[in-house]
């Protein structure tokens, strides 16, 4: 899996977590699959810091995200 995708996939799956387990909190639920999906996410975004030489600079990483989904919408 290239980096790129890896970064894109893992921050998109970061930011659906969040309410996932504000709402699982709220109702008093322990947030279990929440915190599946954040500890794979996170993986991912080791996985794509670390794979690509130099790592990311946060300036880059929305014309990454850019270039990755159109990539793929193409």
């Known amino acids: ?21 504000v709402s699982a909190m ?22 794509a810091l670390r794979a690509r030489p130099g790592g990311y600079v946060p300036a880059e990483i929305p014309d990454v995200m850019v270039r990755t989904i159109s990539a793929l919408l193409n």
């Not at 996939?9 to 996932?20: C, K, T």
């Not at 947030?31 to 080791?46: C, E, K």
Request: net charge neutral; aromatic share 4%; hydrophobic share 55%.
């Open 1 to 21: 899996m290239p980096p790129d995708l890896a970064l894109t996939i893992g921050l998109i799956l970061a930011v659906f977590a969040i309410p996932s387990i």
């Open 26 to 47: 709220s109702d008093g639920r322990a947030p279990r699959i929440s915190a599946l999906v954040v500890t794979i996410s996170g993986g991912l975004l080791i996985y």
